[in-house]
């Protein structure tokens, strides 16, 4: 089955970091782009990073731009993010989506952080 | 980057038509053919229902069609159905990075 699973998800003090990861299953995991998409509770879907199937392109959000880190592992068909400096405003649901061209055709159920003292 | 601007709500009523917009720049929206479209249910994670402006992906439903003048983009759900109300997102590939969202539309059949 064609899926992305997100996991390491929690609860953490403001200042603190986390980990997340995506599992890949059911596609060429290293011939796609990767995406992390968050969402705060109640509000829309906010573009987070991007890294690009051989890793040789990365972009960040301005909003997590030197917090947060992307990387991918395609011999075990993962994506990462590392999350250091959590602020409370970085609570919300994290999806992995795989871009396919300039769209975002595969998502994950997501993975939800909340930041909170 | 500043988020692609929707209409906060749409309603309509069984069988009619309804039109959600996305206005974006000259740096998004009106520089690229990449214009996406995503539906969100309560709790769930969104899914792809228009890509490159007007594509389909296999097995969505011909109700929903997209278009594009200028920086603006457009969502048409056509026949509205009890089972698509729900949140609406564009997206659009960017100049500046990689891709950005809309606000986000609620769409309510009445």
């Known amino acids: 089955e064609v899926q992305l699973v997100e996991s390491g998800g929690g609860l953490v003090k403001p200042g603190g970091s986390l980990r997340l990861s995506c599992a890949a299953s059911?596609?060429?995991?290293?011939?796609?782009?990767m995406n992390w998409v968050r969402q705060a509770p109640g509000k829309g879907l906010k573009w987070v990073s991007f890294?690009?199937?051989?890793?040789?392109?990365?972009s960040y959000a301005d909003s997590v731009k030197g917090r947060f880190t992307v990387s991918r592992d395609n011999a075990k068909n993962s994506l990462y993010l590392q999350m250091d400096s959590l602020r409370v405003e970085d609570t919300a649901v994290y999806y992995c989506?795989?871009?396919?061209?300039?769209?975002?055709?595969?998502w994950g159920r997501g993975t939800l952080v909340t930041v909170s003292s | 980057q500043s988020a692609l601007t929707q209409p906060a709500s749409v309603s309509g009523s069984p069988g009619q038509s309804i039109t959600i917009s996305c206005t974006g720049t000259?740096?998004?929206?009106?520089?690229?053919?990449?214009v996406s479209w995503y539906q969100q249910h309560p709790g769930k994670a969104p899914k792809l229902i228009i890509f490159?402006?007007?594509d389909r992906p296999s097995g969505v439903s011909s109700r929903f069609s997209g278009s594009k003048s200028d920086i603006t983009a457009s969502l048409t759900i056509s026949g509205l159905q009890s089972e698509d109300e729900a949140d609406y997102y564009c997206?659009?590939?960017?100049?500046?990075?990689?891709?950005?969202f809309g606000t986000g539309t609620k769409v309510t059949v009445l």
């Open positions: 989506a795989r871009a396919n061209f300039r769209h975002f055709d595969l």
């Open positions: 059911g596609f060429r995991f290293n011939s796609f782009d």
């Open positions: 890294i690009r199937s051989s890793s040789t392109y990365i």
């Open positions: 000259s740096n998004d929206v009106g520089a690229y053919n990449s």
């Open positions: 490159s402006v007007s």
């Open positions: 997206s659009s590939y960017t100049s500046n990075r990689p891709f950005v």
